[in-house]
Nanobody, 131 residues
Framework: EVQLVESGGGVVQTGGSLRLSCTAS????????IGWFRQAPGTEREGVSC????????YYADFVKGRFTITKDKRKNAVYLQMNKLQPEDTATYYC????????????????????????WGPGTQVTVSS
């Protein structure tokens, strides 16, 4: 069965850390760009970070730069999002998605933070940061 599953969410205090995992099954994650998005109630799903399929380039939203790090483990067919210095505004459901397109930054044909460029999503994992 082809699927993505996120894990690692939870409740953490302001300034704490979490590591999210996005595990792929039924396909090779390295063949796709993998993005992390988040969605809080009443808001649209927004791009957090992405690792491209071509050269492993990484992209981050401005609001997480310097705090979050995306990595890939080919052997485990997984992508991780290390989240440090978490703030209450980081509270959301976090989703990972795959895209077969050559995603890139603003100005490229396929932009990494455009959720419509992604074809497959996991069910999400909840992250709650308490103040």
């Amino acid at each position: 069965e082809v699927q993505l599953v996120e894990s690692g969410g939870g409740v953490v205090q302001t300034g704490g850390s979490l590591r999210l995992s996005c595990t792929a099954s039924g396909f090779t994650a390295d063949d796709y760009a993998i993005g992390w998005f988040r969605q809080a109630p009443g808001t649209e799903r927004e791009g957090v970070s992405c690792i491209s399929k071509a050269d492993g380039a990484t992209y981050y939203a401005d609001f997480v730069k310097g705090r979050f790090t995306i990595t890939k483990d080919k052997r485990k067919n997984a992508v991780y999002l290390q989240m440090n210095k978490l703030q209450p505004e980081d509270t959301a459901t976090y989703y990972c998605g795959t895209s077969f397109r050559p995603l890139g930054p603003t100005g490229e044909r396929y932009i990494w933070y455009n959720r419509f460029e992604y074809d497959r999503w996991g069910p999400g994992t909840q992250v709650t940061v308490s103040s």
